[in-house]
Each structure stands twice: as C-alpha cells, then as structure tokens.
C-alpha cells in the first residue's frame, strides 16, 4: 500500500459527515417540503416555502432587525476593540491584570448576562435608569429595545475583539515602529502607515468572525426581549426557532435556516476574498 | 505520504479500550435490556411518570407515590423532572411523542398542549374515566380545556388562573372596596396615587410572550369578546377593539398603569407589588405565600378577587395548571390510568394541597373544612376559579399564539392600533386554521 492517507482520515471523515454534512443536507431537503406534525402534512412543494417567505413583511423584517444588530454592533465593537487593544499594547504596570480583567464580560454565559441586563435596564430598578436619572422604557420602546440589545452585545463581545487584535498587534516587528520614528513620523503616521496595514488581516479575521455571530444573534436577544416589542427586535434565528421549535413547522423554519445560511455563507465568501487579497499583496 | 512513523522513545500508551468494552457491555446489562417485570418480582408493573419541577418540597410526591405503591403492590412508579420551562418541556414531549416513544407512561402537561397532542394522536382516550356526572365535580374550564372532539384526553390535576391582588390597607384608608368593573379599578387607582408617593396603581405583565396573550384575553372575555367560537374566527369584532384600546389606555389615557409594563413577566411585577410599589397587580394565585411570607414588605396588607370585568359582562380568568395524561404507546395503559386516578382523586388533591400548595381541580374541596382552615386563601379563589377559561382549544395553539403575542405587543407599546393589529391577527388565524382543514 502506498498511500493509506484516506483509509486512516475515514473515520473521522464519517463523523464529520454524519453530524455535520447530514444535518445540513437534512434542513435544505425539509426547506423543500410543507412540513408539520400538527396538521399532519409532509410532502415535498418545491420552492413554495421561499416563495411565501420573500413575500412575508415579517421576514423582511427579520432580516432588516439582523442586519442592522449586526452592522451597528460589529462596527462598534471593531472601534472599540482597536481602541481597546492599543491601549493594552502600551508597556504599563499591571497590563496583565488589565487584560484579565477586560475579558470577564465575554466569559459569562450569555443567558446570564442577558438576565443580568434584563434588570439592569429595567424601568423601575434598574441601575442605568437610576445613574441617568431617566425613566426611560429601555427594553420595551421600540427605538431603544434593539440599541438596548446592540449595547449588551458589545459590552459582551468587546474583550473577545480586543483579545485577537491584542495578539495581532503582537507580532507587528517592534523594528517597524523603530524605523518609523527615525523616518520622523508622527504617533498618528504611524499609526496608519505601519499599525494598520499590518494589522488589516488580523482585523479581516475578527469581522469574519464577529460579523457570523452577530448574523446568527439569538440567546441574547430572546431573553431580553423575546422578539418584542412587536417583532421589533426579532431577528431571523429567533423567528426560525420560533417556526421550528414552538410552532413545528419544520419546513418553513428549514427555509428561514437556509437563508441564515446562505447570508452567513455569503458573508464568509466575501470575507475570505478580501483575506486572500490581502495575502496575495 | 509516508507511512506513519514511530515516534522514538515513546510507547504505545497501555491499552484503554478493554476498559471501555467492559464498560459498555456492563451498562447494557445493566439499561439495556429493560423488561417490564423487575428481577425477583414476578408481575410487577413498572410505569414512569414525566412532570415538571414540583413547587416545594420533591419529598411530598415521594410521598405520595409511596401511598401508591403500598395500595397496588403490583405497579412500581418511577418519576422523571423535566427542564422547568414550559417551552422545554413542550419540545421534549414534541420530540419523544413524535417519535412514537413508549419510555413513559403518565404525563404531565400544560393546559394549552392537550388538543394538539390529542390531534396527534399522542395521549390515550381516557373519556372512560371521567363520566358526565364525574365531570361534574371539576371546574369547568379546565374539563374544557381536556376535551378534544367530545373525547376526554387528560385529567385535570391542579388549577392555576389569573387574579387581582390589591393592597388591603390602602384600599380601607381610601374607603373603597374591591373594584368590580374596569373602570372602578381606574378611578380607584388614580384617586389613590395622585394621594400617595412612589406607588404604581395598576401593574401586569406586557412583554411580549405568552403572559401577554393571558393578560389580553381576560379584556377580551370580560368584554364578551372571543378568539374562536365553533371553530369560527371571531378576533376582529368591535368589542375585541374597545377591550384592547383599554388595556393601551391604561397607560397612555388613564396613566394607571406604568409603560414598564409593556416589558414585564411575571416576576418583576411581582416584585414591585412585594416591596409595596404598586396598589393592584393581575398575577396568578403563586404569588400569595411570598407576600405573605415572614419580612414581607406587605405582609398581612393584600387582598385577592377576580378580576374586575366591563359593565354589564362577566369577570374571566385564563386558566393554567396541569393535566395528566397517558401516552398512546404506553405499554401499560391500565397500571398508567389506575395512576392518574389516584394522583387527581380528592384526597391526594388535598393532599397536594396541604403539603406544595397544587390548587386542586375538584370543586368540593373548596368546602372541606380541614383544608381551608390550613390555607384560608382557598376559600377566595373559588370565585376565580369558577370564571377561569381556557385559552382557545385547538390543536394549533401554539400557532394561533405566535400569531396573537407580537400583535397584542404592537397595541400595548403604541405601535399600532388595535384595530390595525387585530384585523391583521384575524386575517393570519383565519390562514392557520385553513392550513390546518
């Protein structure tokens, strides 16, 4: 035998099909069908489902919901985690306690954060309310329950940008920085000619990151608010899990997953481009 | 590729996996091959029995299950807790039944899920143990909810509905009673907080969930309104829209009630009615021991009644609680049924009463003297119980709920009018049931 390469990778190979490949192929092939144990249908309608869905204003809605938490909350969290990250890239006593103690909000589960900023925004007890002085209806306001949830989120996932771009700006040769300065340039010259362009496939990595979690938003979001009020912070997993998990119907949720995961896919696509690009230069 | 190379100066690590077959092989003799007869005891029945977290102490069930087996030495009962939330335990039952699963035999299940699990063809008929006069002798809302088709598909085992909580004390110093209708509720309430400090008048649950659709009907019933009459839907009538442009009026025209509450459940109202916040809370019967507890805020200062209703109609409450019931592909369905007969007869409902505070579902044991010497409560939520009704009986539910609870939502926060939502919820519980023919 020359090559036993494909014999050894097979059981593996079969796991990974088995758990990922089948449940994939499983969702796409229900998203064909009209699906629903209540009502005791299962037969394959073809397109049907998309069709009813680009019709449905709630989807529409859905999608703006996510793509708006996931453009606001990624931008924010880019700024503020790059911001962040230089800070903590500067020698200072106690920097490592610093980075320690940046990276508490991301290590709680998310459920419990959400709990702990259900009552933190609450109207009556609620601590914002109090520091502010304001009375206002955080959650249950339709302008502010989305921000409201867009802050949580980037209170939370703040640390987790900071922590790979703090690792990026890391093996940025401390020469560069060295010449720079001999060359005359500034703190801000620097910063744009030597951080950044350094920094940028570092900083692709986390948007690809960031921008698929954000897409797939749900835990969050369906404890602080559960979709309300009015559908107006539902995003499209919560409708999907809505469809899926409390309503049954298997085909119409499989499409609304489909569309999560073509979007997701579609996003890593561009991503990787510009990754590759990037590389190639 | 090369062949795999040996790594010098290390072994083969020793080997694990014979440990792990004995493992495997000792489990299955162990879990696999359940049979129904126990070792040693010939004939007996085991059953197992599925219920949610049980208020209290999980001993008193225990207890109980006890009694069971000493008084029918050939069934053994096992008990299973699900997760504690209702949707978990909704999918767990979703994913087991739909499966064709026979691992338990009893069941315990939520108000709302009876007509679509009966749809299904998941729960046994157990029409034959509820005769007419037997039926009689239970609240009508919950043999309501039970019944699917003229069959009977579960047995009511305790009883949960909404209610009005009031502060005693405020209400006497002011010189009212307890508010019959609405608008009494409204007058009482602003008359009282324009006097006091720091103190809510009306408080209930408006977020955007299952608590929001409970609150909302109790408007719509107590204004003669409905969702669904025979199987006609019946949701956008002038009525439904009066009763809704109140439930929005409480807060914006009456300023009763806080916008807060267009983000709340039931804890946080239940709090701030607990630290003395608020003058009335519509909450379910749970929230009484806590207010009554040792370091109660209000402690000795609540009152309870039914729900006040608009002039000229009926005080409603939706009604909760818990149902027994038995799977169809129980392999024990006798032992199953013998079971849920004596968990739902008076004296283990007393019982249940007594020991974790479970409201029963028969109606003589609102007159038992023991049992409202112990829990004096009892005796006031009689009258809410006989106004309790179900949320609509249908298989789709779940469906008709996700269809009202964003559009109750948009009315409550100002987002739309309530004739705008209920035109547009009609239209999709029209397209539900038509789906469902």
Known sequence: MKDRGEVMVFPAGAALLLVAAYPVVLVFWFSLCRKNPIFGVSEFIGLANYQHLFAEPRFWNALKNTVYFTGVSVTLEMILGLSVALLLNRVFRGRGMMRAIILVPWAIPTVVSARMWEWMYNTDFGVLNYLLGTQVNWLGDPFWAMNAAIFMDVWKTTPFVVLLLTAGLQVIPRELYAAARIDGAGGWATFWRVTLPLLLPTILVVLLFRTLDAFR???????????????????????????LFQTLQFGYGSALAVVVFVCVGLISVLYIRLLSGQARR | M??????????????????????????????????????????????????????????????????????????????????????????????????????????????????????????????????????????????????????????????????LYFRKDLLQEYGYSPPQTWDELVGIARAVTAQEDELYGFIWQGKQYEGLVC??????????????????????????????????????EYQVSPALVTTMIEEPTRHIFGNGRALFLRNWPYAWNIFQQEGSAIKGKVGVCKLPAFPGFESASTLGGWQLGVNGNSKHPQAAEKFIEFMTSPRIQKRLALTV??????????????????????????????????????????????????????????????SEALQSAHKQIVRVLEMGD
């Open chain 2, 357 to 418: 505070g479970y409201k029963p579902t028969r109606i003589a044991l609102y007159n038992d003297p023991e049992l409202l010497r112990e829990q004096p409560f009892f005796a006031m939520l009689y009258d809410v119980f006989t106004h309790a009704r179900p949320r609509p009986v249908s298989p789709y539910y779940m469906m008709i709920t996700q269809v009202l609870q964003p559009e109750f939502s948009a009315v409550v926060s100002g987002i739309r009018t309530p």
């Open chain 2, 2 to 163: 090369s062949k795999p190379k040996r790594i010098p100066g290390r072994s083969v690590p020793p080997l694990r996996w014979p440990w792990l077959v004995a493992f495997f092989a000792g489990s299955l003799t162990l879990f696999g091959c359940g049979s129904d007869r126990e070792p040693g005891g010939e004939g007996i029945t085991t059953i197992l029995f599925k219920h949610g977290k049980i208020a209290g102490d999980p001993a008193k069930l225990a207890e109980i299950i006890a009694v069971f087996e000493a008084e029918n030495p050939g069934i053994r009962v096992k008990d299973e807790t699900l997760p504690a939330s209702t949707d978990e335990q909704h999918q767990f039952y979703v994913i087991n039944l739909g499966a064709g699963s026979a691992d338990f035999d009893v069941l315990s299940m939520d108000v709302i899920w009876i007509a679509e699990f009966a749809r299904l063809g998941w729960l046994r008929d157990l029409s034959h143990l509820l005769g007419e006069s037997e039926r009689q002798k239970f609240f009508h809302g919950p043999i309501e909810a039970v019944t699917y088709e003229g069959k009977i598909y579960a047995i009511p085992w305790y009883i949960d509905a909404g209610l």
């Open chain 2, 215 to 252: 609150n909302a009907l109790e408007y719509l019933w107590s204004h003669g309104g409905e969702v669904i009459q025979n199987g006609e839907v019946v949701l956008n009538s002038p009525q439904n829209v009066k009763a809704l442009q109140f439930m929005r009026d409480l807060i914006t």
């Open chain 1, 217 to 243: 938003i749900f835990d969050a979001i369906y404890v602080l608010t559960g979709g309300g009020p009015a559908n107006t912070t539902e995003t499209l997993s919560i409708y999907a899990y809505k469809s």
